[in-house]
């Protein structure tokens, strides 16, 4: 037999990878506290989740979680459309739907499950699906696993979006974006992009993942903020394991989206359903987002001392208001580099390189909690300084 052993290929291309100095490694944490973890006996503190508001380990939702984990067990034990679906699932849906102002909600399990069943579900196969260059990987992944004609457009060019859109104006198109970007930290141009949509009669699609519980009056996210209705961005995707610190994701739009979708998303109908004790403590999680707006202060207040500080130290930062502030440094190994001093310093802040983000433009991915303190912001940027970013090449 002269066929190619498939693990051994796998084994050339991690060869590869670590060779060119990529390769990702895992890190085990033994103890999280607040904005600190201990892993390999350091206490480290974090610049890297996605803890925005700082809720992953509040009291109320592990009380949440335990209480419900007593009335109803761990596990869902069957998808929602055998017997799975449990009264914390419907009352979580009922939170976000009205939350985000749309008709009605649906979960999902995680994020890249609801973005691979929203575009299975709508598209059909060659059928346009138009996105932004530096979407999340699954919205990217999701057009290719449904089969449709997928037309990238450079970051947030509202232009070359128009022309994706005109490529093919007979048949159903698609437009897709992150809200904020995930590894950029700024914001797409949500009402340019409705308005272009709803010339163009294609439907809006927006993955606010790590704009809900941020951005907006209490928290709806980057479509709130841009006060754009369910009419004009029919699909609301966000997951529940960022800001919320939880764990799934949600799709919200229309009756007819949710029911389709419940139809139709083999993401949605073929997995076991996500533990109703943690759509309890996610349910508690919503309910302390939107009231708890002195998290979303303190945040912002935070953003704006971690960008004055940068600016002062001639950083390069990227334009962003949102809690992910990443500094371009360029070259893969001396982002690595630097995130390796910012760690001997008892700091963690990972390097983000490619195939993650674009060649050359590997970048420190810092991002900002309310579980921080003003103490913390100034201990990174104490030894941010020390690193002598500033006079890096980009
Ligand atoms: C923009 C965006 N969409 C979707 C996802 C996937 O969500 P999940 O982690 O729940 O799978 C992520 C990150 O995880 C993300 O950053």
């Not at 109908?269 to 759509?279: E, K, R, S, V």
Request: negative net charge; glycine residues 8%; contains cysteine.
């Amino acid at each position: 037999m002269s066929r190619p052993d498939l693990i051994e290929r796998l084994a050339v291309q991690t060869a590869e990878r670590a060779q060119a100095q990529l390769q990702r490694r895992l890190r085990v944490i033994e103890r999280a506290e607040g904005p600190f973890i201990e892993s390999n006996g350091r206490r480290l503190l974090v610049f890297c989740t996605n803890d925005y508001l700082g809720l992953a380990q509040d009291p109320r939702l592990i009380s949440a979680l335990k209480h419900a984990a007593d009335a109803s067990g761990v596990g869902s034990g069957s998808a929602h459309l055998i017997c799975g679906h449990r009264r914390e699932h419907a009352e979580l849906e009922e939170a976000l739907a009205e939350w985000t102002g749309r008709e009605r909600a649906l979960l999902f399990s995680t994020g890249y499950m609801a973005n691979l069943g929203v575009m299975q579900a709508l598209l059909q196969r060659g059928e346009l699906c138009v996105q932004d260059k530096l979407n999340h990987a699954c919205l990217l992944d999701g057009a290719q696993l449904a089969g449709a004609a997928l037309k990238r457009y450079p970051h947030t060019d509202l232009d070359a979006a128009a022309r994706q859109l005109r490529s093919d104006v007979e048949g159903c198109a698609l437009l897709a974006t992150d809200g904020v970007f995930s590894m950029d930290g700024d914001i797409a141009p949500l009402r340019e992009l409705a308005t272009l949509c709803a010339q163009e009669g294609a439907t809006l699609m927006v993955d606010d993942a790590h704009g809900v519980g941020v951005l907006g009056t209490d928290g709806a996210g980057s479509v709130a903020e841009a006060s754009l209705s369910e009419r004009d961005v029919p699909v609301l995707m966000a997951t529940l394991g960022k800001a919320l610190g939880c764990n799934g994701a949600f799709v919200a739009g229309s009756a007819t989206l949710i029911d389709g979708l419940i139809q139709f998303a083999r993401t949605y109908i073929y997995t076991t359903a996500m533990p109703p004790a943690l759509a309890a403590a996610t349910h508690c999680a919503v309910t302390i987002a939107r009231n708890e707006s002195w998290r979303r202060e303190k945040l912002n207040a935070l953003i704006q001392r971690f960008r004055h500080g940068a600016e002062q130290l001639g950083l390069p930062l990227m334009p962003s208001r949102t809690p992910i502030q990443p500094l371009l440094l360029g070259d893969a190994q001396h982002a690595l580099e630097a995130s390796r001093t910012l760690e001997a310093q008892g700091l963690l802040a990972v390097a983000i390189r490619p195939p993650t983000v674009p060649q050359g433009q590997s970048r420190l991915r810092i991002t900002l909690s309310a579980a921080h303190e003003e103490i913390h912001v100034d201990r990174l940027l104490e030894a941010l300084a020390s690193l002598r970013l500033a006079d890096a090449p980009v």
